[in-house]
């Protein structure tokens, strides 16, 4: 064998990867320059993260795929594609995808609609009391999905606060009025809980604002309305669509909600039905095994092609 060829065989190649380790190992464990000890304060720092995703992270989601693709229901053994063809070939599951997503996309569009005017107002004006409107607006985001859908059912039930208020003005009957188990009441269950996470991100958006650039034009005649849309607007797009990320994602992660109003089964609800109902363990597998790629891909994806900053 050449010398040209020593060099590039697997062995040569990985003595040079192990090389590079123990000399990354030692200017850690011994750093001599500056950079060398900004290095090691960069790896203690992410070092209890890195262990806890290895350990909560890419152990367990590896044991799911190993799941998904088992031919045994309680054992990670063999490899069969069957419960991806279930979910991919079955008309059912494919109206379960469909309604997440468009359950989902209809209200983040709606909640970071709703964030937009409400992150304006609070940091554009001086209002009355606005610690206790933060408050009220981020007050959602501590609360279990099962409350907020709880909540729903009080205000929106049979016996529903607003559907009472509602029917003594109308004069109709209480049951033709509630909604809160009924799509549009899960609609709005789900709205409750994405907007003070929307609200949150286009808050710190605003905050960077250029606030001159903003009075110039209403110095040169331009309306409230013309300032936001040629001046504010393409200043707070990157947060906009920072909180349509996210937002999408908390959508799609919703649960607690959807014990409580199971008016429409989406991906979430099933995933636990497939846990629960015959134990199909290996759909159960494949979906969250799509799941997170869907949303791991989704939000690379929206990161690759704007500037919005929101975390993976």
């Known amino acids: 064998m050449s010398d040209r060829h020593a060099e590039n065989s697997p062995l040569s190649t990985l003595r040079a990867l192990a090389a590079r380790v123990v000399g990354a ?16 304060r960069i790896v203690a720092l992410c070092a209890p993260f890195s262990v806890l995703l290895l350990v909560a992270g890419l152990y367990p989601l590896s044991e799911v795929v190993r799941i998904s693709v088992s031919t045994a229901q309680y054992r990670s053994v063999g490899f069969s594609l069957d419960a991806y063809a ?9 109206r379960v995808a469909f309604d997440s ?7 983040t569009l709606v909640s ?9 107002a609070l940091e554009k004006y001086d209002l009355p009391g606005e610690d206790l409107l933060v408050t009220l607006v981020s007050f959602p985001i501590s609360l279990p999905g099962i409350v907020a859908a709880f909540m729903i059912l009080v205000l929106f039930g049979n016996n529903g606060v607003v559907t009472a208020v509602a029917a003594a003005l109308t004069g109709s009957r209480p049951t033709d009025l509630a909604f ?14 994405m907007v003070p996470r929307a609200t949150l ?7 960077e604002v250029d606030s001159a650039a903003e009075e110039a034009a209403q110095a040169l005649g331009a309306t ?5 849309r040629y001046v504010t607007l393409p200043q707070i797009r990157p947060g906009i669509t920072g ?5 999408f994602r908390t959508g799609l992660a919703i649960f607690g909600t959807l014990v409580v109003i199971q008016t429409l089964v989406v991906w979430t609800l099933q995933l636990s039905r497939e846990l629960g109902v015959g134990y199909d363990v290996q759909v159960a597998g494949a979906m969250a095994t799509v799941y997170f790629a869907f949303t791991f891909l989704f939000t690379v994806l929206g990161l690759r092609y704007t500037s919005a900053e929101v975390g993976i």
């Open 25 to 40: 190992v030692e200017t850690v464990a011994n750093p001599v320059t500056e950079r060398e000890r900004e290095y090691r």
């Open 86 to 94: 279930t979910l991919f070939g079955d008309p059912y599951y494919r």
């Open 101 to 107: 997503l468009w359950l989902t996309t209809g209200t």
């Open 112 to 120: 970071v609609g709703l964030a937009v005017p409400i992150a304006h």
């Open 180 to 193: 809160a188990v009924s799509v549009p009441g899960l609609f709005v269950a789900f709205v409750y809980s």
């Open 201 to 207: 991100i286009l808050r710190g958006t605003y905050a």
């Open 224 to 228: 409230p309305f013309e300032t936001f």
């Open 243 to 247: 909180a349509l990320i996210l937002t």
